[in-house]
């Protein structure tokens, strides 16, 4: 018989370790060095616990040693919690005992000042040599719930005891982490890991998320982000996370100064690290929470009910008011409320005749006077429709035994009948009621806006997950180029000429340096034409007048032109002037923007847009990671509000989507070809018309 080893994780002794050694161990179970150990002991914690103290024989009922070379046999894992000064002595002895997975929990290091800073760096480099892997400094530690494994000094424990379950924590931050951790013990949820990763000298958020991932008894990841080092293992750790079918909460906790820096395009202006984040979330199949509340909800309902299979939904109430309430939630967070069918209707009216709606379904107060009415309707609903989400809203009866176990067990009945649907119950309850439900794998929130907005999360993660990003940036494709080294910035000529062989259309044009070469460029393009000046050190022409449309004959030419080269010799800076460029006047369309920011965590991002000069006004554009397909390129455009203008809105003429998308996409070919040099593109304006595309300015910037 063949037996297959299943791979280990790299973290798996961090949360599972067989023994643990705590070098600091105080026989004061409330001082830092004592609590990880009172924490163990109160848990039950089964592997061996190996205190260190030089100067006792005993720590809190358990034989101390000197030193980790007096331990007999092998340690999985070594808690580090002494004065900064003496932690890399404490590693060393790490390095001799052959530990390979060390928690620092001691602080003093690159939080305080340049000293601490060397300090870690001093550990990290150590760590490395020898292949020890390193949690924190400066971390509050591990609580791995099922083996009882609570290795923090965390004072949360002292009045929480986190139960067993499916939600697991990952947070950069000790007091985030708590925080969020304390509430979700409050609320009864089950708890499997937490993790507080602290400076990250080694072990960050990322990874911990990428072993929560595989951990069979995680069932969602909670995680808080403060910074983020390599944006594709973020991209890789999440899209595992997706193919496991474990959604991932995240939360920003802070932002990246380099993610800050100013850059000279519009796209990398209005782009920000923020808005980047929230695109790599949505791309790689997480959900990211405003808040902690939002964050656990989410959690909540993950835990208990099955992924939607679609986003529409009932809503039945004892209350008109609650219902139309949670319509207008449900529309403004993506659900939706479509009316019953008629032959539904007659059903339904056979036994309530006075309910009120088609969707919500109002009961009124009166239901209480047919018996069983509320359940008798919720059926048919379920029966009869094939929606996913069915909110029900009891108003107090949740309160009343009397009134709501009778209620429980048709709805236990509805659960198990119909294990694909989620039902929702809003209503106030108390923690018996609570438990009974959740017994049951059914949810219940007092506020209606919460239940509707942690469902229509779940409903975003699902199609997300039907859409993923299909992979990571390609950084090895042929044909890189680079550009002078004395240029940071592509003149237009130049970045239309570049662009052009990546198949984006450019009209014919000329560049001018005298008023006679404008008017023989005009001549043969034909009038109207354009006349625009050329620099690299002016990027936006139409800030000082340095385009001139729509000009007609010789003599309009003439002028435009001496009118632009005075104009730019008056700016600041004394720019470059590389003269005029000649073009046709391109009438009709529509102007869009296209773009490309290069983000310095997660690396190039096409951007989309309507909206010519005022698109930093309205902000209405899309990001989406490099590499694009076709599909992602028609998912960009239409993720834009104004995207209706484009396909005839109010009886305008559609315009030509498969040239646009073709732009998209060769604009992404440049973005992977230009990897390694590339700042920024921006196209604007793109004209997309009824029959072909124009690129009529573009500038290009790279590092």
């Not at 009045?159 to 609320?187: D, E, H, K, V």
Request: charged share 20%; proline share 5%; with cysteine.
């Amino acid at each position: 018989m063949s037996h297959v080893q299943m791979d280990v994780h790299p973290l798996n002794h961090l949360f599972n370790p067989d023994s643990v050694a705590i070098i600091g161990a105080s026989s004061d179970p409330g001082k830092l060095g004592g609590r990880p150990i009172r924490f163990l002991l109160e848990a039950g914690y089964e592997g061996a616990i190996y205190p260190i103290n030089k100067r006792a024989d005993t720590v809190q009922g358990l034989k101390a040693y000197p030193s980790l070379a007096d331990i007999p046999g092998k340690v999985d894992q070594a808690i580090i919690i002494v004065p900064a000064p003496a932690a890399l002595a404490a590693l060393q002895e790490c390095i001799a005992k052959n530990i390979k997975m060390v928690q620092i929990l001691s602080s003093g290091f690159s939080e305080e000042n340049a000293e601490g800073l060397a300090r870690q760096q001093a550990l990290v480099e150590l760590a490395a040599q020898h292949g020890v892997r390193l949690l924190g400094p400066n971390c509050l530690g591990i609580v791995s719930v099922r083996n009882r494994y609570f290795a923090t000094f965390s004072t949360a424990l002292e009045a929480l005891t986190p139960q067993p379950g499916g939600i697991s924590f990952a947070t950069q931050s000790g007091a985030f982490g708590s925080c969020a951790y304390a509430q979700a013990i409050q609320r009864g949820l089950g708890i499997a890991r937490i993790v507080a990763t602290g400076n990250e000298a080694d072990i960050d958020v990322t990874e911990c998320i990428d072993f929560l991932a595989s951990d069979p008894q995680t069932r969602v990841i909670c995680a808080a982000i403060e910074g983020c080092r390599d944006g594709n293992r973020l991209r890789r750790a999440l899209l595992k996370a997706a193919a496991a079918n474990k959604p991932v909460i995240l939360m920003k906790v802070g932002t990246s100064e380099t993610g800050q820096q100013a850059v000279a395009t519009h796209t990398g202006a209005i782009a920000g690290n923020d808005r980047i984040f929230d695109v790599v979330c949505q791309e790689c199949g997480a959900w990211r929470a405003m808040s902690i509340e939002e964050m656990l909800d989410i959690a909540y309902v993950c835990t208990q009910l099955p992924l939607p299979t679609n986003d529409r939904a009932s809503i039945t109430t004892v209350s008109g008011g609650i219902g139309v309430l949670m319509a207008d939630d449900a529309e403004r967070f993506g659900i939706t409320i479509a009316p019953v069918s008629p032959d539904l209707q007659r059903k339904i009216h056979e036994v309530v005749p006075f309910l009120v709606g088609v969707n919500p379904l109002d009961t009124t107060a009166q239901i209480g006077v047919i018996e069983k009415g509320f359940q008798k309707v919720l059926d048919l609903v379920i029966q009869d429709t094939d929606y996913a989400i069915h909110f029900v809203y009891l108003a107090q009866i949740p309160c009343d035994p009397g009134r709501f176990l009778p209620l429980l067990e048709d709805l236990t009945r509805f659960r198990k009948q119909y294990p694909e649907r989620l039902i929702v119950l809003v209503g106030p309850s108390d923690e018996r009621m609570r438990a009974l439900l959740e017994q049951q794998d059914l949810v219940i929130f007092s506020d209606p806006g919460r239940a509707v907005r942690a469902v229509a999360a779940l409903c975003a993660i699902k199609r997300r997950w039907q859409s993923l990003h299909p992979g990571l940036p390609n950084t090895s494709r042929p044909g890189k180029s680079k550009p002078d080294e004395d240029s940071r910035t592509l003149n237009e000529l130049q970045a239309k000429r570049l662009l052009a062989r990546y198949g984006l259309a450019v009209p014919a044009e000329t560049l001018c340096t005298t008023a006679s070469e404008a008017v023989d460029a005009a001549d043969a393009i034909g009038y109207p034409v354009v006349a625009k000046i050329v620099s690299p050190d002016i990027l936006h022409k139409s800030d000082f007048g340095g385009v001139q449309l729509n000009l007609q004959n010789c003599g309009q030419v003439e002028a435009a032109f001496a009118a632009l080269m005075n104009a730019a010799a008056k700016q600041d800076g004394n720019p470059l002037i590389q003269g005029v460029l000649i073009a046709p006047m391109i009438k009709g369309g529509i102007e869009t923007i296209l773009g490309v920011h290069h983000d310095p965590i997660f690396g190039s991002m096409v951007m989309f847009g309507l909206g010519g000069v005022a698109v930093e006004l309205y902000n209405d554009v899309a990001f989406a990671s490099v590499p694009l397909t076709a599909e992602r390129a028609e998912q960009l455009i239409h993720s834009v509000r104004a995207s209706k203008l484009l396909t005839g809105w109010r009886g305008q003429k559609a315009v030509d989507l498969e040239q646009l998308k073709g732009a998209l996409l060769g604009l992404s070919a440049f973005a992977e070809d230009w990897s390694d040099v590339l700042e920024g593109v921006d196209i604007n304006p793109f004209v997309v018309m009824e029959s072909g595309t124009a690129c009529l300015d573009a500038v290009i910037s790279v590092r």
